[in-house]
């Protein structure tokens, strides 16, 4: 019998998934449970943190499409590897695109999912993006839910409360061909594992502006989806700024030094204005370089609600420039990044060419006021201190 969650509303504000789409849709009702016969032990903290790899629960959702026929029935299944052919598109011209979101343990001991119809939605556009199949939103979302029922009383039990598991929903093309088409067969999974906690750095986060001969995303480009082309390439910068002692790259664009993203994460300044108004700025979506975040689209809207009275909430483009002017003149306040795996982290430094910018936090480089009130509002919903819409409780198996 299939899981109570499975009829959840999961509508939202996310854009309308279209509704004529070749062969059968994908379809979280007929969702076929194969439960696995050799269940793992779950690791404590130190030992998931420390692994080589990722480990996940016991089980994964898997489904795949063909374009003649459109998507299988979904299977919940033992987690365990793929066979995929060598000359799979994936392996050749990434045509694979990814989310990441989390399920919390509850201090009052319920499981919960912070907006998943967000990043359902956004899979959705990324696939689209590299002409990868659809789905609708909602019955990903489903998915996603029966995973949690299955596993989340065994792989984030009650005496982890604060604690939380990291979801992957994935679209891979499989199609074994060599040659640069548009994928006839593909595969979603989605898989529950752990994942360090980084929003914490001593300190606070350090970060050392781009090189100038690497761009993380350009005007036209594929910034705004999350596929993998979009992180790969940026490692190396990040490996040399980590030897260097920073935590990640900012990332600049264009002949300005437009300020985009902070590593993986959408990024945020808090400032006087030259006019003397406070406020609240990240860069804007309407240039598509930087992605949606669903960290970054809660922050701005907790703070209009919140914080609108004393601070202008503003998205717009700025530069490296604007930031080491302020920082001059005594007009910086804050910064911080926001994003699924960092959540939110106070920036304490930015290094840029020879330019140090020293950047005010809270006690030991810990949050300054606006960015711990904002912290603090979203963990109160995801953990359920504060009743609210985005946090979805998720029924579970005992």
């Keep these: 019998m299939a899981p109570s969650a499975l009829s959840q509303n999961t509508t939202s504000d996310a854009p309308a998934f279209p509704t004529k789409q070749a062969g059968q849709p994908l379809d979280a009702s007929n969702l076929i449970y194969t439960y696995t016969t050799r269940p793992r032990d779950v690791p404590d903290e130190a030992t998931a943190d420390s692994s080589d790899e990722t480990i996940c629960s016991d089980h994964m959702v898997v489904a795949t499409w063909h374009s003649s026929t459109g998507w299988s029935a979904p299977e919940l299944k033992p987690y365990g590897p793929f066979t995929l052919m060598p000359t799979a598109s994936c392996l050749h011209y990434a045509t694979e695109c990814f989310e990441g979101l989390k399920a919390y343990r509850g201090y009052d001991g319920k499981l919960r999912v912070f907006r998943p119809d967000r990043n359902a939605a956004r899979l959705n556009m990324s696939a689209g993006r590299i002409s990868l199949p659809q789905a609708d939103p909602n019955e990903i979302t489903k998915l996603i839910y029966a995973l949690l029922e299955v596993d989340g009383a065994k792989w984030l039990p009650k005496e982890r ?42 300190g606070g986060k350090r970060l050392l502006t781009s090189p100038e001969d690497m761009v993380r995303s350009w005007a036209g480009g594929f910034g705004y989806a999350k596929v993998g082309a979009n992180y790969g390439p940026s490692v190396l910068a990040t490996q040399e700024a980590m030897q260097r002692g920073f935590h990640q790259i900012l990332w600049l664009y264009g002949d300005q030094g437009e300020c985009t993203e902070a590593g993986g994460s959408n990024f945020f300044v808090v400032w006087h204005r030259k006019d003397g108004k406070k406020e609240i700025l990240t860069a804007p979506l309407d240039d598509r370089l930087i992605l949606d975040g669903v960290t970054r689209r809660s922050c701005l809207e907790l703070a209009k609600e919140r914080l609108g009275d004393e601070f202008e909430i503003t998205e717009r483009k700025f530069t490296i420039g604007e930031l080491i002017e302020a920082q001059t003149e005594g007009r910086l306040l804050e910064s911080f990044s926001a994003g699924t795996a960092w959540f939110i982290t106070p920036i304490s430094m930015i290094q840029h060419r020879n330019h140090e910018i020293p950047v005010p936090t809270g006690p030991d480089g810990g949050p300054a006021e606006v960015t711990g009130k904002i912290k603090g509002w979203l963990s109160d919903i995801m953990y359920g201190r504060t009743e609210h819409e985005w946090a979805t409780v998720v029924s579970e198996r005992e």
């Design 161 to 202: 409360a604060g604690s939380c598991l990291y979801l992957r929903p994935t679209i891979i093309a499989t199609q074994p061909t060599i040659g640069l088409v548009k994928p006839k067969q593909a595969m979603l999974y989605i898989i529950l594992g752990y994942m360090p906690r980084q929003d914490t750095p001593p």
